[in-house]
């Protein structure tokens, strides 16, 4: 209940409404109604929340052709809270998402993620800013491994909330030639990693058997220890939100780190999110999250989602002109 509690707290901060301070009104978009009018916003904030719930079912009756009954069912939400003044800038991104899936009576999860990134800026050059940034990210459930265990065993849990989460502070210089991308470049960037359930702990065996072991050490924090501290990297993040036409979206990010103490293993992730518009009501999103952390295993990780479901969006975001 905590967990779910700080999701919804997490969600209502970037879905409030607006204050009024001005009679005059301006146009809100969503995709329940054209428009809304409502007053004026003078505070400098732009606001905008996504919402959506994905459901796929399978269901077979002597179907000689073979198949599993099945059960999906997923929701994402993408809020932004974007404050700008003068040559400041408060930009606040959070991305939320969960699904599961049945089959044969078993449930496993099949997308999990949290992240929540927030960038101050001042602006020195027209394309130029000096920033300074945070980045969380961490799981809402225990995720298990399946494959790979020892005799007799048939799930492990290797992940869940907080095992492990990672938190980055940065200091840099961002370059944004657009209101599409920007790339922000950051030679100190401290990062901690926590690890506060030991159950996760693993090891792998020389048969590649994965290996319960509370002493192991897991995503880089070692045994005895609920916290890693990297003091001396660089980072490199780069994000392109891109209207491919009225109803088709893309948002892609990237992101670089590079302990400067171990330069052979630098940490490499990718987000990419294509949503399209069906109708007023109904979308469909793809999505693949692609990491390269040796801390975390040592290979390409690779989680694809694909899902058609209800939508919901609301925007106070100005278009530019």
């Not at 916003?41 to 905008?48: E, F, L, N, P």
């Not at 099949?110 to 929540?116: K, V």
């Not at 961490?138 to 790979?148: H, K, L, M, R, S």
């Not at 990237?254 to 992730?269: M, V």
Request: positive net charge; glycine residues 8%; contains cysteine.
């Amino acid at each position: 209940m905590n967990n779910k509690a700080l999701c919804t707290a997490i969600a209502a901060c970037f879905a409030t409404s607006v204050s009024a301070q001005d009679p005059a009104t301006q146009q809100v978009t969503t995709n329940f109604k054209d428009t809304v009018s409502v007053k004026q916003d003078t505070t400098y904030w732009q606001k905008s929340i996504t919402g959506g719930i994905n459901f796929n079912q399978a269901s077979f009756s002597n179907w000689v052709g073979g198949g599993v009954n099945s059960i999906a069912i997923s929701g994402v939400v993408a809020a932004r809270a974007l404050y700008e003044k003068g040559k400041t800038s408060w930009d606040n991104t959070a991305d939320f998402q969960l699904g599961y899936i049945t089959q044969r009576g078993i449930t496993r999860k099949a997308s999990d993620q949290l992240i929540i990134i927030s960038v101050l800026g001042h602006k020195i050059k027209p394309k130029w800013d000096l920033f300074a940034s945070g980045t969380f990210n961490t799981y809402f459930a225990p995720g298990f491994q399946y494959d790979n265990l020892q005799a007799g065993t048939t799930s492990l849990q290797t992940s869940g909330f907080f095992a492990p989460a990672q938190f980055a502070l940065a200091w840099g210089l961002a370059y944004k030639p657009n209101d599409e991308f920007s790339m922000r470049i950051s030679p100190f960037a401290p990062r901690f990693t926590f690890l506060f359930d030991d159950a996760v702990r693993f090891r792998t065996g020389a048969d590649k058997t994965i290996i319960p072991d509370r002493n192991a050490t897991a995503y880089g924090v070692e045994a005895g220890k609920t916290v890693r501290a990297e003091w001396l990297a660089l980072q490199i993040q780069a994000v392109w939100n891109k209207k491919l036409s009225e109803n088709v979206s893309l948002n892609a990010r990237y992101q670089l780190y590079a302990n400067y103490q171990t330069l052979n293993a630098i940490d490499h992730r990718i987000d990419l999110l294509i949503a399209a518009k069906l109708n007023r009501y109904l979308s469909t999103t793809f999505g693949i999250i692609g990491l390269y952390d040796k801390d975390f295993y040592d290979g390409f990780q690779i989680q694809q989602t694909l899902g058609i479901g209800l939508i919901y969006n609301a925007s106070t975001f100005r278009k530019k002109k």
